[in-house]
């Protein structure tokens, strides 16, 4: 491969063409975004110098890694899968790398991944956090720049969604089907997602005094689903609504397998519409979280932080309702 002459660089390169660094570096690389009439003047400067793009000497040249960490709290649940890959997409077509680093729901151990991912990346994106709002507020200062997934902190870019007016949906669907005894099985209590369901049922509650839900801590997973599929037979409900998919899914199995037929004695809904829960039998009423775009916005967010442009205002996506076989009419 030919090489620049000695002294040329990508600095070279955007003084010619008159743009960034960064501008240079995507246009170089090929990447859609770039204006095609910048990207024409970055490609002229580049073959006037007879420039070639070399990725050491160009992330030396910008100071950065090209890279950015992200932190999820479990990498086995297919929402956050969900939504790495749009984000790594996104972050590919920019030529950026992403580091990823799974706190296993651990508080303690999120803080520390937060801090040592940033030391050797270019910034850092926390998604759906489990650390209080004190501590994620304290933590988001030393991080910058920093981007948050489901979670706020002062005037830190964030794209969230808005859990819990999905899940007033969800109560609203089961009522219009006759159901007044109701169980929600709970997620993790430091999860910022699963207050906000409680926050829905709360003003659910508040609206339908008719209605009665009743609240069973659970968990995240398919195991905890199952679990608690004898407290919710023993409840008396017609209806179950879980924190997500998995605790659904494991909650189906369970009652199932012990005669009990959904939706006809037990309408059961999830959350977030990962990509098995149109394959269950009966196929899982659920809200689809739209991950991927979350994702990709997030990285749009870090790139603007990146590059130097002011942060935009907090974008909030809302989950759509999409029901399935799982629930039906209350029984008398």
């Not at 991080?143 to 819990?164: C, K």
Request: include cysteine; hydrophobic fraction near 45%.
């Amino acid at each position: 491969m030919p090489r620049p002459p000695k002294g040329v660089t990508i600095a070279d390169v955007a003084a010619r063409a008159g743009v960034s660094l960064s501008t240079v570096s995507r246009a170089l690389n090929g990447n859609p975004t770039v204006d095609p009439v910048l990207a024409e003047r970055v490609k002229d400067a580049a073959a006037a110098l007879d420039y070639t793009a070399s990725p050491v000497a160009r992330s030396l040249v910008l100071g950065r890694t090209q890279t950015v960490a992200v932190v999820v709290p479990d990498l086995a649940n297919p929402t956050f899968q969900a939504i790495l890959r749009g984000l790594s997409r996104a972050a590919a077509a920019d030529d950026y790398h992403v580091l990823v680093a799974d706190s296993a729901e651990s508080i303690d151990e999120e803080r520390i991944l937060a801090i040592t991912t940033r030391r050797r990346t270019d910034g850092v994106i926390l998604c759906a956090p489990r650390l209080d709002q004190a501590e994620l507020d304290r933590l988001v200062g030393g991080l910058r720049p920093v981007v948050l997934i489901n979670r706020s902190s002062g005037e830190v870019p964030t794209v969230r969604a808005d859990y819990r007016a999905a899940l007033a949906a969800e109560l609203e669907h089961l009522r219009a089907l006759g159901h007044r005894r109701i169980v929600f099985l709970a997620g993790t209590a430091q999860s910022v997602a699963n207050a906000a369901r409680l926050d829905a049922i709360g003003a659910f509650r508040a609206a339908h005094a008719d209605t009665e839900i009743t609240e069973i801590p659970c968990g995240v997973d398919f195991d905890a689903g199952a679990s608690a599929a004898p407290a919710v037979l023993a409840s008396g409900a017609t209806a179950s609504l879980a924190f997500n998919d998995l605790v659904a899914m494991g909650l189906l199995s369970a009652v199932q397998a012990s005669g009990c037929r959904v939706p006809d004695d037990l309408s059961i809904v999830g959350f977030d519409d990962i990509p098995f829960a149109s394959y269950t039998t009966p196929p899982l009423t659920t809200a689809a979280v739209p991950a991927g775009e979350l994702g990709a916005q997030a990285w749009s967010r870090m790139r603007d932080l990146l590059e130097g442009a002011e942060a935009r205002h907090p974008l909030l996506l809302l989950p759509r309702l999409t029901v399935r076989g799982s629930t039906g009419r209350a029984r008398s």
